[in-house]
Antibody
């Protein structure tokens, strides 16, 4: 059974960089797309971006200038960096897996991590 | 404001049927597959429906999905108290080049 586990600091100061890692177990990180998605307290889901195991990325245009997603296939991990954070970035951050369509594009999300709450506060 | 529009809440009695709508446009629902996710209180979302109307293994046939034009619908029959959750639709938006979600619908089983 595939499992995803987010890890990283639960508290980040304003203007600093939020860094999270997702560790994939029970399956290979290869041949899938991997996303970061966040959910502010009491609000809906917002897609941050995804990375293909080969390293190609696609980011939400609204966050693109501040986001970097990377992958380490040797560790079966992928990571998120979000720079210049503000209180508006306070949210539960989820990592997730997408199967690949025949056209090579990501499909739906079939596995989610449990999520980790990141609070931006001084 | 979400790209996909869902009703904030729906409710029905145990054993009854409910539908949840998801409205979009030609750049998202109109030309891409829709998926639906169930988020029980305090937990991560879980895949309910993919490719408009397919159920993953383990999802009961009480849950169904359909799509017509730029709208999609999630149907739940034989409602149970354990179905109380937030439900989200999702798809790819070709104009935004982004995965987009609806704002979520809170289901209350009265």
């Amino acid at each position: 059974q595939v499992q995803l586990q987010e890890s990283g600091p639960g508290l980040v100061k304003p203007s600093e960089t939020l860094s999270l890692t997702c560790t994939v177990s029970g399956g290979s990180i290869s041949s899938y797309y991997w996303s970061w998605i966040r959910q502010p307290p009491g609000k809906g889901l917002e897609w941050i971006g995804y990375i293909y195991y080969s390293g190609s990325t696609n980011y939400n245009p609204s966050l693109k200038s501040r986001v970097t997603i990377s992958v380490d296939t040797s560790k079966n991990q992928f990571s998120l960096k979000l720079s210049s954070v503000t209180a508006a970035d306070t949210a539960v951050y989820y990592c997730a897996r997408h199967p690949i369509a025949a056209a090579g594009t990501p499909r739906y999300i079939d596995y989610w991590g449990q999520g980790t709450l990141v609070t931006v506060s001084s | 404001q979400s790209v996909l529009t869902q009703p904030p809440s729906v409710s029905a009695a145990p054993g009854q049927k409910v539908t949840i709508s998801c409205s979009g446009s030609s750049s998202n629902i109109g030309n891409n597959y829709v998926s639906w996710y169930q988020q029980l209180p305090g937990t991560a979302p879980k895949l309910l429906i993919y490719d408009n109307n397919k159920r993953p293994s383990g999802i009961p046939d009480r849950f169904s999905g359909s799509k017509s034009g730029t709208s999609a619908t999630l149907g739940i029959t034989g409602l149970q108290t354990g179905d109380e959750a937030d439900y989200y639709c999702g798809t790819w938006d070709s104009s935004l080049s982004a995965e987009v979600f609806g704002g979520g619908t809170k289901l209350t089983v009265l």
